[in-house]
């Protein structure tokens, strides 16, 4: 039975991922805690709990990554990484535990955007001299702009094409540049994310796209990566180790 701590166990996705924890034959929650809690199951502070667990996910904030991963690397515990719009410094930290501990972090947390991110490199590879631009969809309370997982899905394009640049939220006046990768964000309504790539030649266009349906797949997503991670040696892994 593999033993769950949740981080951000009060949010939307914590939630989710709690019932999901619950619900499963091969896991169970081993603590939740929130920075919102008032009390009572749900712990106040992540440092408060120091009974046995195997694995930590996040759905909390990105700004919380530092913390709780030097918490997970006092504990020698892998931690699963599933929160979008880290900085500079937050990235570092990720990295620098990933040192000490095995630490799954991917901006999206679903098998389909990983299948996606791999035909959207090969299609890059493939129309050398195409034009490319991702647009991306989500609810309307959604911070972070461009989404992490259209800039994961430019960095998958990018390792086809070192020289292209990201040209988010396309403005102003002049024409595009051949190794421009242009991103467009939409935020609207209840959408739980909508990502498409467009390839275009000037005889021919190539649509990729993935839609979420519903967010707990999210949360399946992230109970794979702590199954996966569990018995890893430290280093960073992400959806692309997941789907070798």
Same mark, same amino acid.
């Given at each position: ?25 091969? !896991?169970?929650?081993?603590?939740? /805690? #929130?920075?919102? $809690? =008032?009390?009572?199951?749900? &712990? ?5 709990? +120091? ?85 991306? !969809?989500?609810?309307?309370?959604? /911070? #972070?702009?461009? $989404? =992490?997982?259209?800039?994961? &899905? ?5 390792? +086809? ?84």
């Amino acid at each position: 039975m593999m033993r769950v701590i949740v981080n951000g166990a009060l949010g939307r996705m914590g939630g989710i991922l709690v019932n999901l924890i619950e619900g499963s034959e091969d !896991a169970c929650v081993a603590a939740a /805690a #929130d920075s919102r $809690s =008032g009390g009572g199951a749900v &712990l106040n502070r992540l440092e408060d709990f +120091a009974g046995e667990a195997d694995v930590l996910i996040d759905f909390s904030a990105h700004t919380s990554a530092p913390g709780l991963l030097a918490y997970a690397r006092a504990r020698s515990l892998p931690a699963v990484i599933a929160t979008t719009g880290h900085d500079e410094g937050e990235k570092a930290a990720i990295r620098a535990a990933a040192e000490q501990i095995p630490v799954f972090w991917s901006a999206n947390m679903s098998m389909g955007i990983a299948f996606l991110a791999q035909t959207a490199k090969k299609a890059a590879a493939l129309f050398p001299d195409a034009d490319i631009e991702i647009v991306e !969809a989500h609810h309307d309370r959604k /911070a #972070d702009a461009p $989404s =992490g997982t259209a800039l994961l &899905l430019a960095d998958a394009i990018r390792e +086809a094409r070192p020289d292209a640049v990201n040209v988010p939220g396309r403005t102003g006046y002049g024409v595009r540049k051949k190794n421009d990768i242009g991103i467009s964000s939409l935020r609207l309504g209840n959408l739980a994310g909508t990502h498409e790539i467009i390839i275009a030649t000037d005889t021919q266009s190539i649509t990729l796209r993935h839609d979420v349906y519903d967010r707990a797949l999210f949360a399946e997503g992230a109970m794979d990566a702590a199954r996966f991670l569990v018995g890893k040696p430290a280093g960073l892994y992400d959806m692309g180790d997941l789907v070798k």
